[in-house]
């Protein structure tokens, strides 16, 4: 079976500084990792996804995410926190590298940047 | 980019009502589809998974009867929730790949949120 542990509800942190939003993970063989971001009374919007290749991936909005499979973890990461990320992030995990294969969301993490 | 329409984006109406949501996919023809439920505060709860033309399938403890759904086309899927009770009240949302081939992510529509009163 495939899991996802976020283990933060909420991430504070002050605009203009780093922000990382922790995610670990369980699956059988190889993982396919999937970053989202929720904001009020929406879907969820994709940012970013691990296959295969570099540990570090890029995506949209200057995110960023390192799979590091020793840790079995995959946190989401930026440079400088904007105002406007506020939102819930949700990690995500797929047992199969199939797209019609079902992916597992974890709990989310609210994430509050301050002026 | 690739996008899933969703309607209606809210419904209230009373105990003992089928509502029906439909998902669409606008700009690219999806053989699969899943449906999702989330509670204020929590995570996405997968309900089932909606193959074009063929039965739908159902995770552990959601009940087929009470969420029907008909994935009838390549770019719509309906959920119904039949007699629907205060606690059927969510957020559905549903999500589609672009391909089922390869490791597209998901892409979401916007979400129902669904209140009984």
């Not at chain 2, 009940?63 to 759904?69: C, N, R, S, T």
């Amino acid at each position: 079976a495939q899991s996802v542990a976020q283990p933060e509800d909420q991430v504070n942190v002050a605009e203009g500084n780093p922000l990382t939003v922790k995610c670990t993970y369980s699956v059988s063989g190889n993982p396919y990792l999937f970053w989202y971001v929720q904001y009020p009374n929406r879907g969820l919007q994709f940012l970013l996804k691990y296959i295969t290749g570099d540990n570090l991936v890029k995506g949209s909005y200057g995110f960023e995410a390192e799979f590091n499979k020793s840790q079995t973890s995959f946190h989401l990461k930026k440079p400088s926190a904007l105002v406007s990320d506020s939102a819930l992030y949700f990690c995500a995990v797929r047992g199969l590298r199939s797209s019609a294969s079902k992916i597992i969301f974890g709990s989310g993490t609210r994430l509050s940047i301050r002026p | 980019g690739a996008v899933v329409s969703q309607h209606p984006s809210w419904v209230i109406c009373k105990s003992g009502t089928s509502v029906k949501i439909e998902c669409r996919s606008l700009d690219f023809q999806a053989t699969t589809m899943f449906w999702y439920r989330q509670f204020p505060k929590q995570s996405l709860m997968l309900m089932a998974t909606s193959n074009e033309g063929s039965k739908a399938t159902y995770e552990q403890g959601v009940e087929k009867d009470k969420f029907l759904i008909n994935h009838a086309s390549l770019t719509l899927s309906t959920l119904t929730v039949t007699s629907a009770h205060p606690e059927d009240s969510s957020f559905y949302i549903c999500s589609a790949p672009t391909r089922t081939e390869g490791d597209q992510p998901q892409h979401f529509g916007d979400g129902t949120r669904l209140s009984i009163l």
